[in-house]
């Protein structure tokens, strides 16, 4: 039996602003399951980013629920149920790649034999093994993210949230963190949830797509991917793929028919 790892239900945010609210998430209903890819897609400013913090318990929702393994996300973040990858790989500058690994399991307390254990395992995970003394600097910008991956996996989540990771790479060295990142979801089996703002990223990587259309943020379309999980980027010229990609693409322009 699947288990659901997140459950939203009527979900709303609205902030309040000196210029009046804002509506960023509106009635949002949504299940992800175990072992889902979970993709989040959508212009700025369609909540995305707002949706995955709510989960993280970095933003608190107004109205509807929400649940992370079946308790409250403020008591998931507590369990440590989620490893989460910004944006940009906020590793210090003064660490070493395995002292940044460390750190959290520095904050757990956890054993100087517990900590090495998993520092090891992890960055061989993300393929890099061999650079745990180098400094984040001597690092490119796709090491470093993989590096950012490796800490959020060493507290050993269930689920790994991902605000676009990769947005900042050029497109060479994103398609193959995109080919890690899949072997890695293989090997590890985790939840991961992952905000977009590309098309072909969210279809070779996903499970199943959410697009989501902006003021208020809302879910224009849940997409479940047929395809199959062990693929390589040259699914990306199949039809199947081509198909999928369409109908997030339709979906997309027609959320934005709702500012009209």
Excluded at 38 to 57: H, N, Q
Excluded at 129 to 136: D, I, L
Excluded at 146 to 154: C, H, K, T, V
Excluded at 204 to 232: A, H, M, Q, T
Aim: with cysteine; proline share 5%; hydrophobic share 40%.
């Amino acid at each position: 039996m699947t288990n659901n790892v997140v459950e939203a239900k009527n979900l709303s945010l609205t902030f309040q602003t000196n210029d009046g609210p804002v509506h960023a998430l509106s009635e949002i209903d949504l299940t992800i399951e175990e072992g889902d890819f979970v993709s989040f897609i959508g212009p700025s400013g369609c909540g995305k980013t707002t949706l995955l913090r709510v989960i993280a318990d970095l933003e608190q929702p107004t109205g509807g629920s929400i649940t992370v393994n079946g308790v409250s996300p403020h008591q998931a973040r507590l369990n440590r149920a989620y490893g989460y990858v910004f944006q940009a790989a906020a590793l210090y500058p003064w660490r070493t790649i395995a002292k940044n690994v460390a750190l959290p399991l520095e904050i757990m307390g956890l054993p100087a034999s517990e900590q090495q254990q998993r520092i090891s395992k992890n960055l061989d995970l993300v393929n890099l093994s061999g650079f745990e003394k180098k400094y984040p600097w001597q690092l490119s910008g796709g090491m470093q993210q993989r590096a950012s991956i490796a800490r959020a996996l060493a507290v050993e989540p269930d689920l790994l949230l991902m605000d676009e990771p990769f947005g900042a790479l050029d497109e060479i060295v994103r398609d193959h963190l995109n080919e890690q990142l899949l072997q890695l979801w293989a090997k590890t089996n985790k939840t991961v949830v992952f905000v977009t703002h590309s098309i072909p990223e969210a279809v070779f990587l996903s499970s199943k797509i959410v697009v989501l259309c902006p003021r208020p943020g809302r879910i224009y379309d849940v997409i479940e991917s047929n395809l199959p999980r062990d693929r390589s980027l040259d699914i990306r010229e199949t039809s199947e793929f081509l198909e999928i990609a369409h109908r997030v693409r339709e979906g997309l322009k027609a959320g934005h028919a709702y500012d009209d």
